[in-house]
């Protein structure tokens, strides 16, 4: 399976393909009421956050990682695997901000977060066990 999804990912960079341009037509990050989410990070020292270059939305890690954020709300981001934050692939859930990269790429788990009446709860698809569980 990993191994599959890098020969996917090589053709979509490797070919032009109306996939690419599909998911380049998306916006860098989400925002609402409840949360922000983007691949990677958010430059919070900017005087609006919405300004942080494609490169830190996208490939960012400090200060981000280490910062107490602000801003509300909650901001929700991946790019980081979760063992590097803390001694477990599950979601971290820091200061003002909730990681969610499971370490799929690298064979471990894939983290689903869920928002629902005001709170997160998430699941994951353990990769190299193919187990399903849910921790609220």
């Known amino acids: 399976m990993f191994e599959y999804t890098r020969e996917i990912a090589r053709a979509i960079v490797d070919h032009e393909d109306p996939l690419e341009s599909w998911v380049m037509a998306f916006p860098w990050w989400y925002e609402d009421a409840h949360f922000i989410g983007m691949h990677a990070a958010i430059n919070e020292s900017l005087e ?23 801003i509300p709300p909650t901001v929700v981001f991946g790019h980081t695997p979760c063992n590097q934050l803390h001694s477990s692939c599950d979601p971290w859930f820091g200061p003002g901000k909730i990681g969610i990269d499971g370490g799929a790429s690298h ?30």
């Open 48 to 70: 609006d956050w919405r300004d942080t270059s494609l490169t830190y939305l996208t490939s960012g890690r400090e200060p981000f990682l280490s910062c107490h954020l602000t």
């Open 107 to 136: 064979g471990h788990q894939l983290n689903g977060l869920v928002f629902e009446a005001a709170s997160f709860s998430w699941q994951k698809i353990c990769l190299n066990h193919g187990q399903r569980a849910s921790m609220r």
